[in-house]
Nanobody, 119 residues
Framework: QVQLVESGGRLVQAGASLRLSCAAS????????MAWFRQAPGKSRYFVASISWSGGNPNYADSVKGRFTISRDNGKNTMYLQMNSLKPEDTAVYYCAARLTSVLSYDYWGQGTQVTVSS
């Protein structure tokens, strides 16, 4: 059974930093491209960042470029999102997702972790 478990979300003030983690189990982690998405209250789920199976080709939404860094440790079956210079508009539930390198859609999702940034 595939499980993606996010952690690290909490309430912080604007300008602070947070690191989110996504621990994967039940899959061959190094065969999967990974991504972070987020969903603010009353809004759709949006792409934040992605990373290839090897840890290369990081890709970011324009709104987080230069502030967020995605990474992964295949030895630990874990993906990370380092978030710096947080803004109130970064407030959302953050989800990690996994897709096989051979497909375009994300097949597996975590339950999400809440990030709240106060002004």
């Amino acid at each position: 059974q595939v499980q993606l478990v996010e952690s690290g979300g909490r309430l912080v003030q604007a300008g602070a930093s947070l690191r989110l983690s996504c621990a994967a189990s039940g899959l061959s982690f190094s065969n999967y491209n990974m991504a972070w998405f987020r969903q603010a209250p009353g809004k759709s789920r949006y792409f934040v960042a992605s990373i290839s199976w090897s840890g290369g080709n990081p890709n970011y939404a324009d709104s987080v470029k230069g502030r967020f860094t995605i990474s992964r440790d295949n030895g630990k079956n874990t993906m990370y999102l380092q978030m710096n210079s947080l803004k109130p508009e970064d407030t959302a539930v953050y989800y990690c997702a996994a897709r096989l390198t051979s497909v375009l859609s994300y097949d597996y999702w975590g339950q999400g972790t809440q990030v709240t940034v106060s002004s």
